[in-house]
């Protein structure tokens, strides 16, 4: 089930990135589990992880490879957080990355561990060691779409996008691909996404511009208010483009490529919400006029994570009292009630902090059936702003986590 969810259009290759994925037998459904990217050896990467301190093994040894040498290739597995399990984690995930470095020529430092699925089961690493050999083999510019589905866990469908720009007289191609439909709350990147360019981009530029592109996309979503252990986004620049080379980030040049990349990071944001697990109504909370970006921020989030609202909206009740309450606990530094005002779409719900004069039930309710709704929320209180995305809370959502391990 996916709130309004168009498909997937064909995602265009990134010069200097090779993928394969396979059936490593990690999911007991026999799906596709295992996937394998090559990066060209002049690429650069940036990453952004989980700020969950109980984070996986995987994004430990990330973390650790990224300072020690330039990333080649990311290996990354489905149906298995690898988490919670202490030193047994970390050595499988090395042993899984030894297995790529041995097959390519690289060092272990070189091969980035990516996984996603239980928490707290032990990863079979023999049968990822035993797929190596077929996924180097299987490595090629035209899989992006193939990458897609092997990372995906409660997922219904895949999420991609593609955009071709150009910089400087150059053409210039983004991918992106991102997995995700439950475990989502804003704080860094709830899901994995992999991001790729043929740009020429300077290293410190890169990882601003992953980090601003990510806090305005995969950072104002949410789906049931849960962190994930093993979140990562990592956007790569092979240089292939052959541009000149982004560095100064006050050029228009930088400006067209970081508004691509902030069009690709919310438009695989929007499909994890759409696809969220369960989910009926795709719903856009827009705050304004707040006094600050984290007053706008606090106001969006406390709407967008009630379950009391999530709920309501799945029951088509446009019960706004529950907005209200949200909107009121709002860690915010202050609120004057007399300016507020509440939209469900076009109709005006309250004004000056009470119920509108002009409101009437049937109006809501009518917007509260449509499958895309857009909550607006005036503070009239300053001139900061931001769009939250989340979508209804239904009995799926429960079935789905209740049978999840079985």
């Known amino acids: 089930m996916t709130a309004g969810l168009v498909p997937q259009e064909p995602l265009v290759p990134v010069p ?31 990453a952004v992880f989980t700020t969950n301190q109980f984070a996986a093994a995987p994004v430990l040894l990330c973390k650790a490879f990224l300072q020690q040498a330039a990333a080649r290739y990311l290996l990354v597995n ?23 470095a041995n097959a390519t020529g690289v060092d272990v430092e070189q091969v980035l561990p990516f996984s996603t699925g239980v928490i707290a089961e032990p990863l079979p690493d023999q049968c990822i060691v035993d797929a190596i050999p077929d996924l180097v083999n299987g490595l090629d510019t035209d899989n992006w779409s193939a990458a897609a589905e092997a990372i995906l866990t409660t997922d219904t469908v895949t999420k991609g996008c593609s955009k071709v720009i150009e910089i400087d007289g150059v053409s210039v191609t983004l991918t992106g691909i991102a997995k995700g439909s439950g475990m989502i709350r804003p704080d860094m990147a709830t899901m994995l996404s992999y991001i790729a360019t043929d740009a020429a981009i300077d290293p410190a530029l890169l990882q601003q511009g992953l980090e601003q592109a990510v806090q305005r996309s995969f950072n104002c979503i949410t789906v049931d208010g849960d962190m994930s252990t093993n979140d990562a986004c990592l956007l790569i620049a092979t240089g292939a483009a052959g541009n000149p080379l982004l560095a100064d980030a006050d050029t228009d040049s930088w400006q067209r490529f970081l508004a691509a990349l902030e069009s690709i990071c919310k438009t695989l944001a929007q499909a994890i919400v759409r696809d969220g697990e369960g989910a009926t109504k795709f719903i856009t909370i827009e705050v304004r006029g707040a006094r600050s970006s984290e007053d706008a921020r606090a106001v969006a989030s406390a709407v967008a994570h009630s379950p009391l609202v999530k709920t309501a909206f799945f029951a088509s009740d446009a019960n706004w009292g529950r907005i209200l309450s949200a909107v009121g606990y709002a860690p915010i530094t202050e609120l004057d009630i007399g300016r507020v005002e509440v939209f469900l779409g076009d109709v005006c719900i309250v004004r000056q902090g009470a119920r509108a004069d002009e409101y009437e039930d ?40 209740a049978e999840y391990r079985t």
Do not use: F, H
């Open 16 to 46: 200097g990135i090779r993928l394969a994925s396979v059936a490593a037998g990690i999911k007991k459904s026999g799906k596709p589990d295992l996937l394998l990217m090559e990066m060209a050896a002049e690429s650069k990467v940036a």
């Open 78 to 100: 489905s149906g298995n957080a690898n988490c919670g399990l202490g030193d047994a984690g970390l050595q499988a995930a090395r042993r899984c990355c030894s297995a790529v």
């Open 362 to 401: 049937a109006a809501g309710a009518e917007v509260m059936a449509q499958t895309d709704i857009t909550v607006t929320i005036d503070l009239n209180d300053g001139d900061q702003s931001i769009q939250y995305w989340t979508c209804d809370l239904s009995y799926d959502y429960v079935r789905i986590n």
